[in-house]
């Protein structure tokens, strides 16, 4: 039983991985003011950005460099057509996504089929084989513990520290952060960058971590759960890192369910996620008062300067 415990925990972590990495950096690009659908699209690009160079050189750290780098440069794609032009920000973030998925399949489609080097995992001596301790907190690699301080620091940023404060203001009320003298669009670039360099991340985990290949269309729409789950989360962190967590839980659910014999068909097992995905902003959609109270009021809002 304790094995079976130790093993879903396990698993839940490496299915929520990419979800909090990417929601992460999506939340405190929302908080300044920015909707950046293209989510999917930077983590293929990360995904296939961190394979090939981790494939090449044998480096993994290279790799996850590279896979952030990738999905910064999307990122700033997106703000360079929607923050600098003024282009609509949810079809500027459809496209980014159409694109980063079909550059991927394009770029991956020699490493098809090919090996990498993994994330290797951080053991501590003593610590790491404790029965039940040892496996769920000290067997990961960096980038699980990274998502962990991702998004404790992004709490603390936003509530404790004035550029927090700043950001928030601008994502608020744009004009009158900009009244003040704050610059909008430097904020809202580097919020969108900060967002695109996570998205990345959690596609360079998911091709040498969690499923070590490349294949085409991996992420498997995990970017748009991370979308959901900041609306989930009302735009919190703390809300943020449990409904990560909750949603990692039910793609595994599946195989547990299925290990126990019940007769529920495994499409539907498998289909949990998006569906409960609907289901949560179906829900969510109802209930104005809180969107009200967390939404940014300018998200999604064009901003110039001489307007």
Do not use: C
């Not at 039940?132 to 990274?146: C, I, K, N, T």
């Not at 998004?151 to 520290?161: C, H, K, M, P």
């Amino acid at each position: 039983m304790i094995f079976l415990l130790t093993s879903f925990i396990v698993s839940v972590i490496g299915a929520a991985t990419p979800l909090l990495l990417a929601a992460t950096g999506e939340l405190l690009a929302e908080r300044a003011g920015v909707l950046n659908l293209g989510v999917e699209g930077m983590m293929l690009i990360g995904a296939i950005a961190g394979f090939a160079v981790a494939h090449v050189t044998g480096s993994t750290l290279l790799g996850v460099l590279a896979a952030a780098l990738a999905g910064v440069a999307l990122a700033l794609i997106f703000a360079f057509f929607a923050l600098g032009l003024l282009a609509n920000q949810i079809a500027t973030g459809l496209a980014l996504t159409i694109f980063g998925r079909g550059f991927s399949a394009l770029a991956g489609a020699g490493y098809v089929g090919m090996a990498a080097t993994t994330l290797p995992r951080l053991r501590v001596p003593g610590l790491s084989d404790l029965p039940f301790l040892g496996p769920v907190l000290f067997g990961h690699d960096g980038l699980v513990y990274f998502s962990f301080a991702a998004i404790i620091g992004v709490a603390w940023f936003l509530a404790r520290t004035h550029a927090g404060l700043v950001l928030r203001a601008v994502g608020d009320s744009h004009d009158a952060a900009h009244a003040m003298g704050y610059k909008v669009l430097r904020i809202r670039a580097a919020a969108t960058a900060f967002g695109g360099a996570m998205a990345g991340l959690a596609g360079a985990y998911l091709s040498l971590s969690y499923s070590p290949m490349w294949a085409e269309d991996m992420s498997a729409g995990r970017g748009w759960i991370a979308l959901a789950l900041v609306v989930f989360a009302g735009w919190r962190p703390g809300w943020l890192a449990a409904g990560a967590y909750l949603f990692g839980a039910v793609m595994f659910l599946s195989l547990y369910v299925q290990g126990f014999g019940l007769p529920i068909p495994s499409p539907f097992l498998s289909a949990l996620p998006y569906l409960g995905t609907v289901l949560l902003l179906v829900l969510i959609s109802r209930d104005r008062r809180l969107i009200r109270l967390n939404q940014p009021a300018s998200l999604g809002r064009s901003f110039h300067p001489a307007r």
